[in-house]
DNA sequence: TTGACACCGTTGCATTTGCAATGAACAGTG
DNA sequence: CACTGTTCATTGCAAATGCAACGGTGTCAA
């Protein structure tokens, strides 16, 4: 008997990767532009920002980023001036990873953007923002 | 006034791609060691499984793969024996891929684990499901 | 028919990526 | 202290990626 054709379409790897890919583009366009940013080194920048001084190790760790990408990225960005690379005292495998006062202006702009972006998300998705968190705590916490 | 930290672990384009690169790696832990088939070739096999006769071109608008990684997979699915490439009579600046009989053998086996996957998120994420592809669907049409 | 233009698949090439290996630094044991 | 094993960030390197450019092909109007 002949199965009925599997639809790639509904394939929900397939389809978030899709929805991920054109969100990420959708944030991407409104700051690539203006700041030259990658989303490797948002990312790091948001961590930075909130959690002052940072490991490459915590990076990898809290922001889902391969840690040569980690390590790479705030490379770029030290060489940018968004951030200075300072090797921790109490253990000197460590690097400190701070916000230079460029750093903190460029993030002002970035979160304001990303905040915005999110309500804009927000709003789009009101119908079925609860289930759609909900669904994705799911996946990021049970085994797949 | 200091606003509260900007929480990425919030932030949906974020959230989005984490979840699809975990959803991703779950399929493909299910079919890579067996079959050694990437990502962009599993796409391109069930687009022709599904539609026979096709194109990059084809391949490129219908699954989301870049024209290049469309002519890449399909050179080395040929190379494998899993699809034959021949030029398109009518249009012979069209190429028309088509499964081999070993083609059609390994989507036997591909699709059965693609149904066992979604049958699998489906049951994880059932509360949530309707409402999740509804938030899929909204953003794959709107703009964002 | 010719010419200008558009479209197809492939490929060259610079950049990015991911993985493993490296060297430096720590922790714990004898 | 010496030794072993672990953890950290970086880097070497092969593979993957994305973009532009190319040759080949079709289309349509002059």
Redesign the pocket.
Known sequence: MPQRPFELAEFLPYRMTVAAERLSAGMARRYRDEFGI???EWRVLVHVADAGA???????SRVH???????????RLEAAGYVT?T?????????SLTLTDQGQALMQDLTQIARDYQARLDALLAPQLDALNAALDTLETQDL
């Open positions: 990658s989303v490797a940072v490991s490459i190790r915590d990076i990898h980023l391969e840690k040569s990408k980690a390590s790479r990225a705030a490379t690379k090797v921790n005292e109490t253990d000197r495998r460590l690097i």
